[in-house]
């Protein structure tokens, strides 16, 4: 062997084992790794005392042969051989195999039940590397040097193990994860098998007999209820057994409770099968005697929703106890209900009898089903991604399953997505993936099994695609032909997977056929006998469903909002209290101690009557959570509620150190998302009803990306699900010439939504008015979501702050009387809402006899109370609607028949930017202008 060979070897062997160093230290032997620790790797991998090392190396892999050769760290052991160059290369060589099958095996597997060939690729094949490891070449490589956990003595034998392992129907994307502890633990489970290890003939008959009843069902419901909707699961039976396994391991790492959310496809079985829905009540509802159906047309009523939207709660019986399983309500928006599942997971893990809300995820799981198509497509999928690992946001580890039948509506992977698979966005978050192939039942429980033990271990997300395929077309309306002619030809010809595990079953003689015909008719039995018994009590009443489909109506019980003033300056005296070696930002210490001087001089401003609201209700034992862009400052930097030491940059939080504080103040800078983090905080608001949830846009517009979750949720859940929340959104608003984008929080939109009481909306003008809607919102009996503008330059405006006595006495009041106007000679009322009363009231063009009253809540609109304020005025000639909006924006448009309801037959007119198809100038001059155009109009008496 020359020199320049053993560097050739050197260059080789040694740098795969520096390659394993680098990713693992411990995987490598102890010899090498004090080699590679001794100076730079690097260098150490081209220093020439590797190729002396190397020198030394053994003529044999036992080394010690008698031929004067010094034992060299990592002597390869197995099969006596010579070392020879070839054998060194091979041993390189091996390794990029091994690495190979890691990360790119699942390009060779059988994922498709329809039987698309795997793609493969070339450094999975052993000839088609350099040098060629032939089969003598393989069988001379020892399996200790590769580190692979399958079984096999040489590399000859590992290879088919590798194969089967990486390569069968169930594959694995994990090499991307940036955790090597993640990695290596991965590929130690995979390749020991221990999650695959085969079933029992005990489990492999229940998982038959699961098969079963899926197939059963949907068979049934087909036969019986031809062309109704169920939007058949058949192609991907496999679903129901996984979730029965997802549950029955999440009991067992301490979970209680399970939170589902999924679309369309497969929920009927869901709800029977994973929920515990009697058959009954499923085959009710196609028998279309819902009641809330039946109502719908009542005004008092709820709209009710499809049969394949509604939530569904049971509780599961499992080795380790009982567990809650909850399907949450969704609405057609595909996607949209994911973050909710999280947010109420959240709430379920969140132990709100703590200061901070003790996080513990072992208590609760999250479970996401997704389409194929809309996993891929919907950019929510990402958003929901971005909060697994956050502070404010995880859930311990979120099992996703994609039910991947291939095809979205009629729309195929090369026309829904640029990516290889469905997942793939996934991998951009440092989550596995397990592909598995939906045909293979066993292997489906194995990748349970192994995403159980990953998100038990590390806490993360995991994502299973599930591949099979659609038996039928997008609905049982729909003919699947039209558009996919081929794949349907080739799904008619295909076995159902019930069928395939049957034909496995018996094969193995774990089941008889005669047995499985057994089971197969017992189901049917079963579904025959819940239908008869159903039809016999059909139009009785008595067997309806146990709400009258109405929606529950707002209590009429008044709230004492008010706050005795000792308390409230002692709760201020503790928010201004930190711990002495902190030290807050001179500057901003400076603007805290005002906070002292304003308890007793009067000033309090918004983001300090804020803070009251919060700190009076926390030690009234209402818990409190606020999130949103920068919320823990404030994007005006009013709120300041996070604390940094100016040294170390350690944050304190004067709110969760309150003497008697009864409950949790939850409180995090959110991430840059609207749509999931409005989802997510709606989904804890409605799973934690007692508890005062805000959301806070940057600027009020910016609530528009969270649309979805607005139009879906906040506002239609209570007539669609009975579902409804204290979610309060708290949205910037105003015109103060910052351009079209910072200006309107778009009232009109969350005007138009309000309806039957639903939700609440209000702008309100003075730091009282937000302390004491703030402790409504929070102890009113009657739970609604609250949509509150809020503002900006009020944020310190003088006229705007309260005096102490302000908090500690009085309420909210829905309307503002003007305190100066002269009730017999006013002549023009003006009514506005929000900072426009403050450009008004300031005005030097305001006539004498106008009168200026403000709209605080602009619904439920109070109607009452605003007639009576108009009908106080005894000389009017005109009430004015002023409004800084668009005539087509802000509130005109939803409550002007309320006004003229109000000023009963005094003529009323509108005041405000005309028309507009932007909400505002983009320039400052112009917004200027516009603005003082405005209120010279709404001030001036002809
Ligand atoms: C946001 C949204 N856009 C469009 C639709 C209409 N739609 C309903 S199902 C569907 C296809 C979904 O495909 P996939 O995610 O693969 O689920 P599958 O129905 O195949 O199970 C579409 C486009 C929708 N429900 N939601």
């Known amino acids: 062997m020359s020199t320049h060979d053993v560097d050739g070897l050197n260059a080789g062997y040694a740098r795969a084992l520096l390659d394993e160093y680098l990713e693992n230290p411990e995987a490598v032997p102890s010899e090498w790794r004090a080699l590679f620790e001794s100076g730079d790797s690097d260098l150490v991998a081209t220093h020439p005392g590797i190729a002396r090392l190397l020198e030394t190396l053994p003529a044999n892999g036992h080394g010690g042969n008698g031929n004067g050769h010094v034992q060299a760290p990592s002597a390869p052991s197995g099969p006596s051989a010579p070392i020879d160059d070839q054998l060194l290369g091979g041993v390189a060589a091996a390794m990029a195999l091994v690495k190979a099958h890691r990360t790119h095996g699942h390009l060779a597997a059988h994922l498709d039940p329809l039987g698309a060939d795997p793609v493969g690729d070339p450094s999975l094949e052993p000839l088609r590397l350099e040098p060629k490891l032939t089969p003598e070449l393989q069988a001379r490589i020892p399996a200790s040097v590769l580190r692979v956990a399958v079984p096999g003595e040489t590399l000859a034998e590992v290879l088919p193990n590798l194969a089967q392992t990486y390569c069968s129907t169930i594959a694995y994307e994990l090499e991307h994860l940036s955790d090597h502890q993640q990695r290596v633990w991965l590929r130690q489970a995979i390749e020991s098998g221990r999650y695959r290890g085969a079933l029992s003939v005990e489990e492999k008959k229940a998982l038959f007999r699961r098969l079963c009843e899926v197939d059963g069902m949907e068979r049934f419901l087909r036969r019986r209820f031809l062309g109704q909707k169920q939007f058949s699961l058949e192609g991907l039976d496999a679903m129901i057994p996984m979730l029965d396994e997802t549950i029955e391991l999440a009991s067992e790492a301490g979970a209680h409770d399970v939170v589902l959310g999924m679309a369309h496809r497969g929920r009927l079985n869901v709800l029977a099968h994973t929920i515990g829905m009697p058959y009954e009540y499923i085959l009710r509802e196609f028998e279309g005697e819902r009641t809330i159906d039946a109502v719908a047309a009542d005004p008092e009523g709820g709209t009710g929703d499809v049969k394949y939207h509604l939530a569904a709660h049971g509780t599961r019986t499992t080795a380790n106890g009982k567990v809650g399983v909850r399907l949450v309500a969704n609405p057609s928006h595909l996607e949209a209900v994911d973050p909710v599942v999280e947010g109420r997971t959240r709430a379920e893990q969140t132990d709100r009898s703590t200061a901070n809300g003790a996080h513990d995820s072992s208590v609760a799981l999250a479970v996401l089903l997704h389409g194929d198509a809309a996993f891929a497509g919907q950019g929510v999928i990402a958003e929901t991604f971005n909060l697994h690992d956050l502070d404010g946001y995880s859930t311990g580890g979120t099992v996703h399953l994609i039910t991947n039948n291939q095809i979205g509506f009629t729309t195929d992977p090369n026309q829904g997505r640029s990516t290889r698979y469905s997942s793939d966005l996934a991998k951009g978050f440092d989550v596995p993936i397990i592909h598995v192939n939906a045909d293979d039942p ?501």
Not at 467 to 492: C, K, S, W
């Open 442 to 942: 066993e292997a489906a429980i194995a990748s349970v099994r192994l995403a159980m033990a990953y998100r038990r271990r590390f806490v993360q997300d995991v994502v299973i695609d599930l591949v099979g395929y659609r038996r039928f077309g997008h609905n049982e309306q729909d003919e699947a032909a039209y558009t996919q002619p081929l794949m349907v030809a080739q799904i008619n010809a295909h076995p159902s997977v019930r069928e395939l595990y049957e034909n496995k079953l018996v094969e193995e003689g774990v089941l008889t056929r005669e047995e499985a015909a057994e089971f197969v008719a017992e189901v049917e039995s079963m579904l025959r006998t819940a239908h008869d018994r159903l039809k016999a009590t059909l139009g009785d009443g008595a067997a309806k469903v146990e709400h009258d489909g109405a929606i529950p109506r707002a209590t009429t019980a008044t709230v004492v909002t008010a706050v005795a003033a000792g308390k409230l300056a002692e709760l201020n005296e503790q928010l201004l209290r930190t711990p002495e070696t902190f030290t807050v930002h001179p500057k901003l210490a400076k603007q805290l101690e005002r906070r002292r001087v304003a308890i007793t001089e009067g000033g309090i401003d918004w983001g300090q009557a804020e803070a009251l609201a919060y700190a009076s209700l926390l030690v009234d034992g209402i818990p409190i959570r606020l999130t949103g862009q920068d919320s823990e400052r404030g994007t005006f930097a009013q709120r300041h509620l996070v604390l940094h030491d100016v040294h170390d940059g350690e944050t304190f939080t004067p709110m969760q150190h309150l003497d008697e504080s009864a409950a949790s103040f939850e409180i995090f800078n959110s991430p840059l998302s609207e749509y999931a983090c409005v989802g997510f905080e709606y989904g804890y608001s409605a799973a934690a009803p007692e508890a005062l949830v805000l959301w806070e846009a940057q600027y009020g517009d910016f609530a528009n990306g969270a649309q979805i979750i607005i139009d879906q949720f906040i506002s239609s859940a209570l007539s669609k699900w009975r579902e409804t929340s204290r979610l309060t959104l708290l949205l910037p608003h105003g015109y103060e010439g910052n351009g079209p984008e910072h200006s309107s929080a778009r009232l009109e939109r969350f005007l138009q939504l309000g309806a039957q009481e639903n939700i609440r909306v209000v702008n309100c003008t003075t730091a009282a008015q937000y302390f004491h809607l703030l402790r409504r919102q929070a102890l009113d009996a009657t739970a609604r979501p609250l949509v509150v503008t809020t503002p900006k330059g009020l944020l310190r405006l003088k006229n705007a702050t309260s005096t102490l006595a302000d908090l500690s006495d009085g309420e909210f009041r829905p309307v503002l009387d003007d305190p100066a106007a002269d009730k017999t000679a006013t002549r023009r009322l003006v009514l506005c809402a929000g900072k426009v009363y403050y450009d008004l009231i300031g005005h030097d063009g305001r006539s004498e006899d106008v009168a200026i009253a403000r709209v605080e809540q602009l619904y439920p609109f109070p109607t009452d109370a605003l007639a009576e304020l108009v009908a106080s005025y005894r000389s009017l000639n005109e009430v004015l609607w002023v409004q800084e909006e668009p005539q087509n924006m802000g509130p005109w448009r939803s409550i002007r028949h309320r006004l003229e309801e109000c000023a009963a037959g005094t003529p009323l007119r509108f005041v405000g930017r005309p028309w507009r198809a932007s909400p505002s100038e983009g320039y400052p001059t112009a917004h200027g202008i516009e603005q003082d155009r405005i209120a010279r109009d709404a001030l001036t008496l002809a």
